[in-house]
């Protein structure tokens, strides 16, 4: 049984599915709306969901962020038809995205607020990142590398290191399972010791 796992008073993450290749769905919630970030691909996140939302604890309206196109992460967005979505002009070539994150945007959620932000990204073009202004960074899959391409973009990696040192975070939450941890010093440790491979 998948559960609902809290960081935070107003943000958490629904776990991820470890039968087959699911990423986490974050989750923002607060007095007047619920946002949501990633759909992941299994039936059983969706009934955490329900369940919650049954019990009051995430309220309607709800927004829906979705970090970039690929099917892990686009594969439950039917479920969340209702929501006003948001994402980049990429991910907008795959789902229907209402609202394209090209800079900071703020969501007002009653007593809190999801805060959305582009990134770049060498796992894929058109990432986008969430933060929860009680300190807790979703970022999908932008912190990995491109396994297609072989590893990291230099450039790229460096942008992504700038976008995470910007952000006011004290929990780093990556879509799947990360070899840096959750705190934002592992992350940013992590990504320039490979900056520093590449450069070699």
Known sequence: MLHYVSLTPHAGY???????????IGVIHGSSGTFYFDCGT??????????????GE?????YLGVSHFHADHIANFPY????????????AKY??????????????????KAILLPIISSHSKGSTILLSDDGVCFVGDALYDNVNQGGYN??????????????????????????????????LAFLRNELKKLAL
């Open 80 to 91: 969340f038809a209702s929501c006003k979505t948001y994402g980049s002009s990429n991910t």
């Open 14 to 24: 629904i776990e991820q599915d470890d039968r087959f290749l699911c990423p986490k």
């Open 42 to 55: 299994s039936r059983k996140q969706l009934d955490v969901i329900d369940a919650l939302r049954k019990e």
């Open 58 to 62: 995430f309220k309607n309206p709800s």
């Open 154 to 187: 230099r450039s790229a990696l460096f942008e992504t290191i700038k976008t995470i040192e910007g952000v006011d975070a004290i929990s780093i939450v990556s879509g799947h399972d990360a070899p840096y941890g959750e705190t934002k010093e592992g992350v």
């Open 95 to 112: 789902v229907r995205i209402d609202q394209i994150v090209d800079a900071r945007m703020e969501v007002d959620l009653g007593d809190a």
